[in-house]
């Protein structure tokens, strides 16, 4: 399956966490920022990026507690690509969306100053 086609199931199969986090970044709502979601970087999709800031935003669910080491790395080659990841549990998203918000606007200025 090529990039794109893998890209747009992904957008198509999102979390209750995904659904959250995307009406908090849609339609510029953060500053301005404009996010995109299931953005092909390297070999990886990020979950959220804002590729003006160089922010990805990525979302954990309970598998990534024993995946440390994928997500370690995964990280790592997106930073050597040159962005900043953030990452948040499903249940921070789902559970208290203003801090998850207040970390990405904080993030995304201190990527514009």
Same mark, same amino acid.
């Given at each position: 399956?090529? +990039?794109? !086609?893998? !890209?747009?199931?992904?957008?198509? *199969? @999102?979390?209750? !966490? /995904?659904? @959250?986090?995307?009406?908090?970044?849609?339609?510029? @709502?953060?500053?301005?920022? @404009?996010?995109?979601?299931?953005?092909?970087?390297?070999?990886?999709?990020?979950?959220?990026?804002?590729? *003006?800031?160089?922010?990805?935003? *990525?979302?954990?669910?309970?598998?990534?507690?024993?995946?440390?080491?994928?997500? /370690?790395?995964?990280? +790592?080659?997106?930073?050597?690509?040159?962005?900043?990841? %953030?990452?948040?549990?499903?249940?921070?998203?789902?559970? /208290?969306?203003?801090?998850?918000?207040?970390?990405?606007?904080? !993030? %995304?200025?201190?990527?514009?100053?």
């Amino acid at each position: 399956m090529d +990039k794109i !086609a893998n !890209a747009r199931r992904l957008r198509q *199969e @999102k979390t209750d !966490a /995904e659904r @959250k986090l995307w009406s908090i970044v849609r339609g510029r @709502k953060l500053d301005g920022w @404009k996010f995109r979601r299931q953005v092909p970087i390297d070999r990886y999709f990020a979950d959220f990026a804002c590729m *003006e800031a160089r922010l990805v935003v *990525e979302l954990d669910g309970g598998q990534h507690s024993e995946q440390v080491e994928y997500d /370690e790395a995964r990280t +790592k080659v997106l930073e050597t690509c040159g962005f900043t990841v %953030l990452r948040f549990w499903n249940s921070q998203v789902l559970l /208290e969306p203003d801090g998850v918000a207040w970390s990405i606007v904080h !993030a %995304l200025n201190s990527a514009r100053a």
